[in-house]
């Protein structure tokens, strides 16, 4: 998809006799900007064009790792004084420099995100897949998009800021589908960087930890005796015996957890899913009713008619998906699936 993204960027027409550019092809703008004007500006976006415009592609495709390497190549030729700084004092303030704005009308983030956009936001989270925040797992994420113009799409988080880092407004990776609170609300200004949080597109929080509902007085239930150990108060919804935990999996390397304990801090994780104790309440509830023996049962007498696995009887016991290419699709699919696993459900896989 990233090699879609960047095709869809160059704007290109191809005829059998030759390639023509639609109007704001960001190709075009690269080569106006490149033009030699008695001063530094020009340099980064020759060096741009170069190749084929080899770095370009870089910069628009390039991983989370190559982008990395993107920001600390630009860094190093300002520092030496290839290109100029993206900063500049005004009248005692600082502001973008005229090599910034330069940059910011070819990475042309404003009229990427508007209605108006040949080639924009809507058509770049449609086929995303993303149908919820893949930072909370708690929001939906919709795009809806019909031909001449945008219904409703999520906001594009960028992973690190395009203030900072304005030649990367537009690319793949620094483009994140998310919901408003996590995007706005939580991680706002907060300084994500390549190198010590987890990306959604490269890992998924699923594989490294789980939600897990620990008890206060450890002797009060074991997940084994959930059926027979509830007492009525926890049923009329009383949930100050438990609190909401984040459990990191055996076997994950102490980088990656490290990495993704730094997401769920951002995101304060652990803190918003204890306002989801309700849920929780009900799905220890179903792992207690839902038997093997009953599940075993609806799959052996529907098999083939309703169910073609074990796991569509689960989704439909839970409302919700378990296979982790599939938690994309509904909010809190995540949680669903680690509490009811902990208190008895199996799934076939994780």
């Known amino acids: 998809m990233a090699g879609l993204h960047y095709q869809n960027l160059r704007m290109e027409r191809k005829s059998k006799k030759s390639i023509t550019r639609y109007a704001g092809s960001i190709l075009s703008l690269i080569d106006d900007a490149a033009i030699d004007n008695g001063n530094d500006n020009h340099r980064f976006f020759v060096d741009l064009a170069a190749q084929d415009y080899e770095w370009l592609k870089t910069i628009i495709t390039g991983t989370p790792a190559e982008l990395q390497g993107v920001i600390d190549l630009f860094e190093a030729r300002v520092l030496i004084g290839s290109y100029p700084a993206l900063k500049t004092m ?55 998009y019909y031909r001449g113009g945008g219904l409703i799409r999520p906001e594009l988080d960028h992973y690190v800021p395009k203030s900072k880092y304005p030649y990367l407004a537009l690319s793949f990776y620094n483009l ?75 076997g994950v390397p102490f980088s990656m957890i490290k990495r993704a304990a730094n997401n769920a801090r951002v995101f304060k994780l652990q803190q918003i899913y204890n306002e989801h104790k309700d849920l929780i309440e009900e799905m220890i509830t179903g792992a207690a009713v839902y038997s093997d023996e009953y599940i075993d049962t609806l799959y052996h007498d529907f098999q083939g008619n309703l169910f073609s696995s074990r796991e569509d009887v689960l989704r439909l016991l839970t409302n919700n998906y ?9 909010p809190f699919s995540k949680l669903t699936k680690d509490i009811f696993a902990e208190f008895g459900l199996k799934y076939s896989s994780i």
């Open 176 to 250: 994140i589908p998310s919901c408003h609170l996590c995007n706005a609300n939580l991680k706002h200004a907060s300084p994500m960087n390549f190198k010590d949080f987890i990306h959604p597109y490269e890992h998924s929080i699923h594989e490294i930890f789980r939600f897990s509902a620990v008890f206060r007085n450890k002797k009060e239930i074991k997940p084994a005796e959930v059926a027979g150990a509830f007492g009525t108060a926890f049923f009329a919804g009383e949930t100050a015996s438990f609190d909401v935990k984040i459990k990191f999996r055996p």
């Open 322 to 330: 378990s296979a982790k290419a599939e938690m994309p699709k509904r």
């Open 90 to 144: 005004h009248v005692g303030e600082e502001v973008d420099s005229d090599f910034a704005k330069m940059i910011k009308t070819v990475f042309n983030y404003k009229h990427f995100s508007g209605k108006s956009a040949r080639y924009g936001a809507y058509h770049f989270c449609q086929p995303m897949g993303m149908d919820v925040c893949p930072y909370c797992n708690r929001n939906y994420t919709l795009t809806v």
